[in-house]
């Protein structure tokens, strides 16, 4: 996702385009290895789905004749979290569209089809970036192709979009740069995931359901969505002792057991039409190349490279989006300078980290609020907490609260709205009245 983005943004601006790709890439909507998450749920916020807008326009077009399905936010899903069986329900005012991750990507791999100056290669795995003596900047990588051989591609600029972000590493460490320091949450989170027909009798005044788990007690969760085709995916989670399992008795035992039987009631007698898949997320990982100075010439990491984001909350696919977004805003303005790639990448890392910022927030307080996650606690994390707890006691009362914290938790907007003087006051109050 990182890399389509990235590549559609670089087409402005640069001659050729090449994305390397080490698997083949199905034409339709089906999982391949190389994004063995495509199995689980995979929402897309609303800064996401802005962000693909702004790169793509009429992106959500596209989703919609895909067979994605529309959702009218706090209304369609209900959301289960203690205290509120189910959270108040209302229309927030946007849109946000429900589909198999597979499809989502599709449907970028297509816009970027249209760009004729972008190339993508198959079969090719990264094997390593090459860098000018010095190791002041990359030059070039250096790939396996389909047939095995080894080749090496020169080029102005190398994004790393390959997820795990190894290759960055690797090229740190062989031109004797200090690594990048992490930020880790770690929150050793299983997750299993299955899909159902949604029985043709379904009468429910829902589209999905999420059950949040009673914290920190027990962590056992569940997020169920339609997809295209008129199926629901279900994914459950819980964290250390308490993971799902998967085979489908098990999986079923333990959706019997979420917090309440909302979700186990849907799916009890529904078909389940795929095997139970599972995915082990041991932590959440923010590398700081912002520190590294100077960061070699002509390479960006981006995506899940930089920051790995517990998938709980959502948040990977358009952080991966709106940091496309960010580099396109750069390139417009460093395309003015006389060598527009030597201030790149501490511009673009900043801009990161601000993106960055709000998802990694939201994510520490209810991280952390189970003991057994291990960390940096926020320094504010008792105060943060408290006030989120009365931030939702005033959202359920008040639609305007309710749309903004909506717009924070869908990355729609920063979490510094939430410092606005009245809306504190007004938090204050709520929890001083508890
Ligand atoms: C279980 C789970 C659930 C998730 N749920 C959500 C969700 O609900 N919402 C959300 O927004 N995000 C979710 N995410 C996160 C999301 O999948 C990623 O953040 C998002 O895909 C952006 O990642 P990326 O593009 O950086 O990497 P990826 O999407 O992982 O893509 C990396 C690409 O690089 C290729 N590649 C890797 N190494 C090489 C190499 N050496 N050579 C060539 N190609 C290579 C891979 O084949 C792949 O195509 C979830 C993640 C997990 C693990």
Not at 163 to 192: F, H, K, P
Not at 200 to 224: E, I
């Amino acid at each position: 996702m990182a890399g389509l983005s990235a590549a559609r943004v670089l087409a402005d601006y640069f001659e050729h385009v090449t994305v390397l790709e080490r698997d083949i890439l199905p034409e339709d909507a089906c999982h391949r290895s190389g994004t063995p998450q495509s199995k689980h749920v995979h929402a897309l916020l609303g800064g996401g789905q802005r962000a693909l807008g702004d790169l793509f326009p009429a992106f959500e077009e596209d989703l919609v004749t895909a067979g994605a399905v529309p959702l009218r936010v706090g209304l369609d899903v209900r959301i289960e979290m203690p205290g509120y069986d189910p959270f108040p329900q209302r229309d927030l005012g946007w849109i946000s569209y429900s589909m198999s991750r597979p499809l989502i990507e599709l449907a970028v791999r297509q816009r970027v089809a249209q760009y004729a100056n972008i190339a993508v290669h198959l079969r090719c795995r990264v094997q390593e970036f090459e860098a000018a003596p010095g190791g002041t900047a990359v030059t070039a990588v250096k790939f396996e192709n389909g047939a095995g051989r080894s080749q090496s591609l020169r080029a102005d600029l190398v994004v790393d979009a390959s997820g795990r972000g190894n290759l960055t590493l690797a090229l740190l460490e062989a031109i004797g740069r200090a690594q990048a320091q992490e930020s880790v949450i770690e929150v050793d989170i299983g997750y299993a995931t299955a899909i159902f027909a949604i029985p043709a009798d379904m009468s429910v005044d829902w589209k999905g359901v999420r059950t949040l788990a009673p914290a920190p007690q027990r962590s056992r969760g569940g997020l169920m969505l339609p997809l295209e085709g008129n199926c629901w995916i279900l994914t459950l989670g819980g964290r250390h002792a308490d993971k799902p399992p998967g085979d489908g008795d098990g999986f079923l035992a333990y959706a019997q057991q979420l917090r309440t039987p909302t979700i186990y009631n849907a799916i009890k007698l529904a078909e389940r039409v795929s095997e139970v898949a599972r995915f082990g997320f041991p932590a959440s990982v923010w590398r700081h190349f912002e520190q590294i100075e100077p960061f070699p010439r002509g390479l960006l990491p981006i995506g899940d490279a930089i920051c790995r984001f517990n998938p709980v909350y959502g948040q990977g696919m358009s952080v991966a989006a709106q940091e496309a977004v960010l580099l396109h805003q750069l390139l417009r303005k460093e395309a003015e300078e006389a060598d527009p790639l030597a201030g790149l990448a501490p511009v673009f890392f900043a801009g990161a980290s601000a993106v960055i910022e709000t998802p990694w927030a939201v994510a520490a307080i209810p991280d952390f609020s189970f003991p057994e996650t291990k960390g940096q606690r926020p320094p504010d994390f008792e105060r943060t907490r408290e006030f989120g707890v009365a931030l939702t006691r005033l959202a359920a009362r008040d639609p305007d609260v309710h749309k903004i914290m909506a717009e924070v938790q869908a990355l729609v907007r920063p979490r510094s709205v939430l410092r606005d003087p009245d809306l504190v006051e007004r938090v204050r109050a709520m929890a001083t009245a508890a």
